[in-house]
T-cell receptor, first 112, second 117 residues
């Protein structure tokens, strides 16, 4: 069965802390892994990863993929209250049709 | 960037009626669109993959007669919830991938919150 699992399910930290969110997957014909941030409505795109070992970076956020061990991490340094959101990991793969499935999400709360 | 428009953003209907939700890619062509359902405080559950000009591919456990999907053009997919019941109340969100993209980013609509009374 194709699946994407994220951990932890929820996390409470204080401003300035660094957090690491995890995403592991088991799918056939992996194509890409995407990270999204969801605050109220539609998820907003953070990163797309297709190759192992290449870190993607955007400001305080960074992400890396390990296709051998089938996981990715999303790091957020110097967290701010505005980082509070649900972080979703999605995996794109081919299984008859090309589709994307999402993990359970990690609910992050950053306290002032 | 690519924009996906979804409407209505919110709809309230009576039990037994049908509701249509539209998903449009505004500045790109999308041969494939995806429909997800999200329950409160849960992740996005893939309902079906909508393919332009052909039948949608439904995920296991999703009733195709209940959730009718039509993808009549390269920029429009519709989801019709037929004979809606209170248990169909949920947040429905569509997404699209740019035609020809092999590993491309998913672009999301703003979602539609359905409340069935």
């Amino acid at each position: 069965e194709d699946k994407v699992v994220q951990s932890p399910l929820s996390l409470v930290v204080h401003e300035g802390d660094t957090v690491t969110l995890n995403c592991s997957y088991e799918v056939t014909n992996f194509r890409s892994l995407l990270w999204y941030k969801q605050e109220k409505k539609a998820p907003t795109f953070l990163f797309m990863l297709t190759s192992s070992g290449i870190e993607k970076k955007s400001g305080r956020l960074s992400s890396i993929l390990d296709k051998k061990e089938l996981f990715s991490i999303l790091n957020i340094t110097a967290t701010q209250t505005g980082d509070s959101a649900v972080y979703l990991c999605a995996v794109g793969f081919s299984s008859g049709t090309y589709k994307y499935i999402f993990g359970t999400g990690t609910r992050l709360k950053v306290l002032a | 960037g690519a924009v996906v428009s979804q409407h209505p953003s919110r709809v309230i209907c009576k039990s037994g009626t049908s509701v249509k939700i539209e998903c449009r890619s505004l500045d790109f062509q999308a041969t494939t669109m995806f429909w997800y359902r999200q329950f409160p405080k849960q992740s996005l559950m893939l309902m079906a993959t909508s393919n332009e000009g052909s039948k949608a591919t439904y995920e296991q456990g999703v009733e195709k007669d209940k959730f009718l999907i039509n993808h009549a053009s390269l920029t429009l997919s519709t989801l019709t919830v037929t004979s809606a019941h209170p248990e169909d109340s949920s947040f429905y969100i569509c997404s699209a991938r740019i035609a020809g993209s092999n590993t491309g980013e998913l672009f999301f609509g703003e979602g539609s919150r359905l409340t069935v009374l």
